[in-house]
Nanobody, 118 residues
Framework: QVQLVEAGGGLVQAGGSLRLSCAASGRTVNSNANTMAWFREAPGKQREWVADISSSGSTSYADSVKGRFTISRDNAKNTMYLQMNSLKPEDTAVYYC??????????WGLGTQVTVSS
């Protein structure tokens, strides 16, 4: 069973930066073959997709974060990252990582809280 642990969140002022990490542990054999993604859930809103990265490094971003966030992965370390720059108050949410395809999802981790003050 693969487990995911998100880290790196915190409180930052608008315009600031944070770098999130997502570490996979457990049975990670072949897990690097999966497209991985970041999601976020703001208070009172549904969880939404933020960005994803394929095993080969191809990336996609939600329009709301394009140009500000950068997703990356280190397959050797079974770790994925999300560099978040020019943060806005509307980026405030709990951030989660998981496999992109819903049919291949594994149990969600606890997420990491990102709070952006205006």
């Amino acid at each position: 069973q693969v487990q995911l642990v998100e880290a790196g969140g915190g409180l930052v002022q608008a315009g600031g930066s944070l770098r999130l990490s997502c570490a996979a542990s457990g049975r990670t054999v072949n897990s690097n073959a999966n497209t991985m993604a970041w999601f976020r859930e703001a208070p009172g809103k549904q969880r939404e997709w933020v960005a994803d990265i394929s095993s080969s490094g191809s990336t996609s971003y939600a329009d709301s974060v394009k140009g500000r966030f950068t997703i990356s992965r280190d397959n050797a370390k079974n770790t994925m990252y999300l560099q978040m720059n020019s943060l806005k108050p509307e980026d405030t949410a709990v951030y989660y990582c998981n496999r992109f395809l819903a049919t291949t999802r594994i149990p969600w981790g606890l997420g990491t809280q990102v709070t952006v003050s205006s």
